[in-house]
């Protein structure tokens, strides 16, 4: 039993309707169960919501086409007919009888004499008294089965603490049982209370209470919730822990650089330190940055694709680029537009916006700019109907072949030449096994599998444990990890040149996760923190570098395990769990 203070148990009595006390036991004890009619609804209460829900979508239907024939008809919005008026009066009491919780309460207050179901009597700290139907409750069909009683969800019983904390005081515990009656919103406790950690123990020991699972384990001291309040995670309960490894130095253009790498995957740190090894001793990496430019494409639609085409041509011509990007570049100090591609299907327009935006990742800020923009094409297109801020053209966090083609964010390349010896020795693989080896499985291999942007060995799992350590949204790896990596025999077939392209590296030194105390200590590491004072956007461009740098040491390091058979026997090694099996118990 954990060593926990303990409320005192709730005495629950029964009773008939005649007032008998059948029984009475302390909470926790066992109940002859509940049958499941027990919860049941009436049959009208059903009936009656699916009646209004009915109601609500055919006039609203309604409603919605009627709008749109006014529009395309030119007939003015506040000329209503008798049907519009009739349908917004049954617009308004569906949605009056929707927000009493589907009718429950209503309804129910007819039908209460003829359910049959547990009803709540009185509900106090000293007790819990249920009254009881005179039907038969039943018995259980098993003696080995455990019968005890939940509670009905209305009754919010509290289930003991399995919290390791101290004590609550009696403010806390107040608090508590409101968030558990529903009283008080979980969500709302940070704003409440003033105080984000003592919000977070107490939405913690509520959710315990309601669930009647341990959270123990997951920590709660030794992080600042401040931090994360409006900015990096709602309705915190704690933390979760993951390692930080180190792999390194890398020595790439020239700088060295040691690279934490957040990961719970035995063996990745061990072997992009490997290949970071293996590309220090043949004399560093060397990088280029192709390309800069963050991308979002609203879509919009017109009565029809030929205004559509009218706004793509308007965006694409150059006489007008200038004025667009006076608009757009308003809403920043770091937001300077570059582009605007249009794409068209039907009647819809996307228009896919790309601009630098500084030592931040940038979603934000384009998406704000270019909503300057949308408010500016409005005045000279009164019919365009914006569908969506963000319409898929831009593509964030999924694989798609504008990004492969044209990139977003960063756009780097990395390469490096690894000598005979270094092959041999550290890689302990040969060259010619290698480059015939990333021929079939990176290029051929992926080509027979359809892969978009995935012609590479393992780009994503070097993405991945890098964005964790360095705050970068994690869910971006999809776009971000697109790369394909050339091997190529050089100086008369003896070394090895290797190189990594990747179009669509998408972080930043600056807002999200990166300011957090864990997250800014490993940008600190690589000397990226922060924004740059002197050039605006130079830290998010090197840490871009270094990404691609490690995913060029990880994609050397497999290869070589692959080419030499090593990779099983790696993984036994360093990413099995030294415990004793046969001794656990489940």
């Not at 822990?241 to 130095?249: E, S, T």
């Amino acid at each position: 039993m954990d060593e926990v203070s303990r409320r005192p148990p709730k005495h629950i009595v029964r009773k008939d309707h005649d007032g008998e006390v059948l029984n009475s036991f302390s909470h926790g004890h066992h109940l002859p169960p509940l049958k499941p009619s027990d919860y049941s609804l009436p049959l009208c209460l059903y009936l009656a919501n699916a009646l209004v829900f009915s109601l609500f979508f055919s006039v609203a239907y309604f409603l919605l086409h009627r709008w749109r024939e006014k529009i395309r008809k030119s007939t003015p919005l506040h000329i209503v007919t008798f049907p519009e008026i009739a349908a917004l009066i049954c617009l308004v009491a569906s949605v009056i009888y929707l927000l009493g919780f589907f009718g429950i309460g209503f309804v129910h207050s007819f039908s209460r004499a003829s359910t049959d179901s547990w009803d709540v009597e009185e509900y106090d700290d000293d007790n819990i008294i249920i009254k009881e139907d005179t039907r038969p409750t039943g018995t259980c069909a098993a003696p080995s089965l455990d019968c005890s009683l939940s509670l009905p969800t209305k009754i919010h019983a509290p289930i003991v603490s399995t919290t390791t904390t101290s004590t609550f005081s009696d403010d806390d515990e107040q608090i508590i049982k409101s968030v558990v009656s529903g009283s008080i919103p979980s969500y709302s406790l940070e704003s409440k209370l003033g105080n984000c950690k003592r919000a977070a123990l107490i939405r913690r020991e509520t959710l315990q209470r309601m669930s009647g699972r341990s959270l123990e384990g997951l920590p709660l001291d030794g992080f600042d919730y401040e931090s994360i309040l409006g900015q990096c995670c709602e309705m915190a309960i704690g933390y979760v822990q993951i390692p930080v490894g180190i792999a390194g130095p890398l020595l790439l253009d020239g700088k060295e650089y040691t690279v934490p790498m957040a990961t719970t995957e035995g063996c990745l740190v061990a072997s992009a330190n490997r290949g970071c090894k293996a590309i220090y001793a043949s004399g560093g990496a060397t990088s280029a940055l192709l390309r800069d430019g963050m991308t979002r494409a609203p879509v919009v639609r017109f009565p029809t694709a030929k205004r559509a085409a009218d706004l793509k041509f308007f965006m694409e011509d150059p006489d007008n680029f200038d004025t667009i990007a006076v608009v757009f570049n308003k809403s920043s100090r770091f937001a300077r537009l570059q582009s605007v591609q249009c794409a068209i299907a039907g009647k819809n327009l996307y228009m896919r916006f790309s601009c630098s935006t500084g030592d931040a990742m940038g979603m934000n800020m384009v998406s704000k700019a270019v909503q300057n923009v949308i408010d500016y094409l409005q005045n000279d297109f009164p019919d365009m109907d914006v569908i969506g801020l963000t319409g898929n053209f831009c593509a964030d966090k999924k694989a798609a072949a504008v990004n492969w083609i044209e990139g977003r964010g960063k756009s780097v390349v990395c390469e490096a030449i690894i000598k005979e010896e270094v092959v041999k020795k550290v890689l302990k693989t040969n060259v010619a096994a290698l480059v015939e080896l990333n021929m079939i499985k990176n290029l051929a291999g992926s080509a027979v599998a359809g892969s978009l942007g995935g012609f590479n060995a393992h780009a994503s799992n070097i993405v991945t444990a890098v964005y964790i350590a360095t705050g970068q949204d994690p869910a971006q790896n999809v776009e971000s990890s697109h790369c394909i990596t050339m091997m190529e025999a050089v100086n008369d077939g003896k070394d090895l040149h290797i190189s990594v392209s990747m179009p669509s590296i998408e972080l930043g030194t600056v807002g999200g996760g990166t300011q957090l105390a864990s997250q800014s200590a490993c940008l600190n590491l690589l000397g990226v923190k922060g924004a740059s004072k002197d050039s605006p956007g130079s830290n998010s461009r090197l840490l871009a570098t270094i990404v691609a740098g490690s995913v060029l040491a990880g994609e050397l390091s497999l290869m070589s395990a692959i080419a030499a058979g090593q990779l099983v026997n790696s993984h036994l090694k360093y990413n099995r769990s030294a415990k004793d099996v046969s001794k656990i118990t489940f």
